[in-house]
C-alpha cells in the first residue's frame, strides 16, 4: 500500500512466439505453452506431438505434461495416452468468473461510495492468508492511498482482510495461522494469534473492520465483508485515506456507508439484508 505523491540455453526451435523471458522463468513459459496449445487444438494430444510441435526435448516435454497433469491441469486418456485439458482448468475458470461476477455486481455500490467519501474504495478477496485487491475506484484529490488492482496484503494487517476472516469458521482460521506469533507490518499490526481472535470478536460484533495504520503507517481504513447466500465471505468492500484527513464526523458516516454497500452487494448474491443477519458467520 502507497501513498501517492499525487500522495501518489536457446528456446525450442518451433516454440511459439512469446515476450522476452529470463531462463529462470523459462519453464513457467513453456507450461504455458503446452495447455495454450492443448487448449488450441480440435483433438487429444500425444506427447509426441506436444513435443515436436513446441519444438521441445522429448524429456523437456515429459517433464513439463506430467507436472501439469499432476496439479490436473491436463488430463491423460488411459487408452489412447492423449491429453485433453483437465478439471483443474475449469476450477480456475469458475474461480476467474465468480471475480467478475462479484466486480460487476459490487461496480454501483463502489461508485456511489467513492462519490459520498471522495476517497479511494477497493473490492478485495480473500485468498489464503492474503487479501487480493480486484477492483478500485480512485480518491479524487491530489493525496490518496494507492492499491493498484492485483496487490496482495496480509490479511490480518488489513481490514478488508479482518472482515472476511471474522466470518470464516474457527477450524478455518486455525488452518491459516497455525502459529501463535504472525508478521507485523507496522508496529501496530495485530502480531499474534490470539490477538487476531479478539480482534475478530469485536469485528462480528460490529459487521465491519478497521485498520488504523496496522497495513501501513499514515493509513486508515474501513471495510465491510460481502457475503454469498451462505453466509460465506465472498469479498470486501473498503474505503482508504490517510490517516490525517479522517475526523471522527466522516469516518463514523464512511463505516456506515461501506457497511451498507457492502450489505447491498451480499443481497444480490442472497444473503438476507437483515441488519440481525450481518456479521453471522458461514455455515460450519
Same mark, same amino acid.
Given at each position: 500500500?502507497?501513498?501517492?505523491?499525487?500522495?501518489?540455453?536457446?528456446?525450442?526451435?518451433?516454440?511459439?512466439?512469446t515476450p522476452v523471458r529470463s531462463a529462470r522463468v523459462r519453464s513457467a513459459w513453456r507450461?504455458?505453452?503446452?495447455?495454450?496449445?492443448?487448449?488450441?487444438?480440435?483433438?487429444?494430444?500425444?506427447?509426441?506431438e506436444i513435443a515436436s510441435d513446441l519444438g521441445l526435448p522429448?524429456?523437456?516435454?515429459?517433464?513439463?505434461?506430467?507436472?501439469?497433469?499432476?496439479?490436473?491441469?491436463?488430463?491423460?486418456?488411459?487408452?489412447?495416452?492423449?491429453? @485433453?485439458?483437465?478439471?483443474?482448468?475449469?476450477?480456475?475458470?469458475?474461480?476467474?468468473?465468480?471475480?467478475?461476477?462479484?466486480?460487476?455486481?459490487?461496480?454501483?455500490?463502489?461508485?456511489?461510495?467513492?462519490?459520498?467519501?471522495?476517497?479511494?474504495?477497493?473490492?478485495?478477496?480473500?485468498?489464503?492468508?492474503?487479501?487480493?485487491?480486484?477492483?478500485?475506484?480512485?480518491?479524487?484529490?491530489?493525496?490518496?492511498?494507492?492499491?493498484?488492482?492485483?496487490? @496482495?496484503?496480509?490479511?490480518?494487517?488489513?481490514?478488508?482482510?479482518?472482515?472476511?476472516?471474522?466470518?470464516?469458521?474457527?477450524?478455518?482460521?486455525?488452518?491459516?495461522?497455525?502459529?501463535?506469533?504472525?508478521?507485523?507490518?507496522?508496529?501496530?499490526?495485530?502480531?499474534?494469534?490470539?490477538?487476531?481472535?479478539?480482534?475478530?470478536?469485536?469485528?462480528?460484533?460490529?459487521?465491519?473492520?478497521?485498520?488504523?495504520?496496522?497495513?501501513?503507517?499514515?493509513?486508515?481504513?474501513?471495510?465491510?465483508?460481502?457475503?454469498?447466500?451462505?453466509?460465506?465471505?465472498?469479498?470486501?468492500?473498503?474505503?482508504?485515506?490517510?490517516?490525517?484527513?479522517?475526523?471522527?464526523?466522516?469516518?463514523?458516516?464512511?463505516?456506515?456507508?461501506?457497511?451498507?454497500?457492502?450489505?447491498?452487494?451480499?443481497?444480490?448474491?442472497?444473503?438476507?439484508?437483515?441488519?440481525?443477519?450481518?456479521?453471522?458467520?458461514?455455515?460450519?
Open positions: 500500500m502507497k501513498q501517492s505523491g499525487q500522495q501518489n540455453g536457446e528456446e525450442g526451435k518451433g516454440e511459439r512466439s507450461a504455458l505453452a503446452v495447455l495454450e496449445l492443448v487448449a488450441d487444438s480440435p483433438q487429444a494430444l500425444t506427447l509426441t522429448p524429456s523437456t516435454a515429459h517433464g513439463l505434461v506430467g507436472t501439469l497433469a499432476d496439479a490436473a491441469y491436463l488430463q491423460r486418456d488411459k487408452d489412447s495416452l492423449r491429453y @485433453r485439458l483437465g478439471p483443474g482448468l475449469g476450477k480456475l475458470a469458475a474461480a476467474f468468473r465468480a471475480q467478475v461476477d462479484l466486480i460487476m455486481l459490487a461496480g454501483p455500490a463502489m461508485d456511489r461510495l467513492q462519490e459520498a467519501t471522495g476517497e479511494t474504495v477497493s473490492l478485495t478477496v480473500l485468498q489464503g492468508d492474503e487479501i487480493l485487491f480486484i477492483d478500485k475506484r480512485t480518491a479524487n484529490g491530489q493525496i490518496q492511498v494507492v492499491n493498484p488492482i492485483g496487490t @496482495r496484503l496480509p490479511a490480518h494487517a488489513t481490514g478488508s482482510g479482518k472482515a472476511m476472516l471474522a466470518l470464516l469458521p474457527d477450524e478455518a482460521l486455525r488452518r491459516l495461522y497455525p502459529h501463535p506469533a504472525m508478521p507485523q507490518r507496522t508496529p501496530l499490526t495485530l502480531a499474534s494469534r490470539q490477538a487476531l481472535e479478539s480482534a475478530l470478536k469485536v469485528v462480528r460484533g460490529h459487521g465491519y473492520a478497521l485498520d488504523e495504520e496496522e497495513s501501513e503507517v499514515g493509513v486508515w481504513a474501513a471495510a465491510s465483508a460481502i457475503q454469498d447466500a451462505s453466509g460465506f465471505p465472498v469479498g470486501a468492500l473498503s474505503v482508504f485515506a490517510p490517516i490525517f484527513l479522517v475526523h471522527a464526523s466522516e469516518s463514523a458516516d464512511w463505516i456506515q456507508r461501506v457497511s451498507e454497500g457492502a450489505a447491498e452487494v451480499s443481497s444480490l448474491l442472497g444473503f438476507p439484508r437483515a441488519d440481525s443477519d450481518r456479521g453471522r458467520r458461514a455455515d460450519r
